[in-house]
T-cell receptor, first 110, second 116 residues
Framework: GQNIDQPTEMTATEGAIVQINCTYQ??????LFWYQQHAGEAPTFLSY????GLEEKGRFSSFLSRSKGYSYLLLKELQMKDSASYLC???????????FGKGTTLSVSS | EAGVVQSPRYKIIEKKQPVAFWCNPI?????LYWYLQNLGQGPELLIR????????DSQLPKDRFSAERLKGVDSTLKIQPAELGDSAVYLC??????????????FGEGSRLTVL
């Protein structure tokens, strides 16, 4: 089966850098996704990693280590609008659906 | 391009009443998903459709939940009868293909159900 762990809550200040960690245990691996979800809104896609290493996309970067079952999402130059829940997800064994973690609620203060 | 559309956005019912949620996926997306999201939790898969076929409904509580996607486009999720524990957000998502090797899920804004 799949097990995904990420911290429940994190806090940071504007302009800072924050790293949200995610560890996973899966019976098969077809990629790791990060989604952002503002309160009361739909989750929106941030990043996808299938190979080891860092993927950078503007202020957001995502890292994957398949051997360690570990990923992180790095947010730079934090803004108030980055306050949201960040969901780590892995594909099921067939690569046909996403299994989500419980999400990390990030609060950015001024 | 229109995103995934869901209705209603909010629904309040009394327990034992029926309720239905509707989803229209992004045009051309063959795969449609229904997820359940409880407060403070991540989405949990209920059912996945490839066109009009339910190819994974292993997590759908079939005693009270049903879903259909008759023409392979929009879909309806029904609960009958609703229980207090069904209070949650029901998210619909779609994707272009059956595998997520590079593609992503596009979510609707969800239907928030409150059962009193």
């Amino acid at each position: 089966g799949q097990n995904i762990d990420q911290p429940t809550e994190m806090t940071a200040t504007e302009g800072a850098i924050v790293q949200i960690n995610c560890t996973y245990q899966t019976s098969g691996f077809n990629g790791l996704f990060w989604y952002q979800q503002h309160a009361g809104e739909a989750p929106t896609f941030l990043s996808y990693n299938v190979l080891d290493g860092l993927e950078e996309k503007g202020r957001f970067s995502s890292f994957l280590s398949r051997s360690k079952g570990y990923s992180y999402l790095l947010l730079k130059e934090l803004q108030m609008k980055d306050s949201a829940s960040y969901l780590c997800a892995v594909s099921n064994q067939a690569g046909t659906a996403l299994i989500f973690g419980k999400g990390t609620t990030l609060s950015v203060s001024s | 391009e229109a995103g995934v559309v869901q209705s209603p956005r909010y629904k309040i019912i009394e327990k034992k009443q029926p309720v239905a949620f509707w989803c229209n996926p992004i045009s051309g997306h063959n795969t449609l998903y229904w997820y359940l999201q409880n407060l403070g939790q991540g989405p949990e898969l209920l059912i996945r459709y490839e066109n009009e076929e339910a190819v994974d409904d292993s997590q759908l509580p079939k005693d009270r939940f049903s879903a259909e996607r008759l023409k392979g486009v929009d879909s309806t999720l029904k609960i009958q009868p609703a229980e207090l524990g069904d209070s949650a957000v029901y998210l619909c998502a779609s994707s272009l293909g059956g595998t997520l090797n590079t593609g992503e899920l596009f979510f609707g804004e969800g239907s928030r159900l409150t059962v009193l």
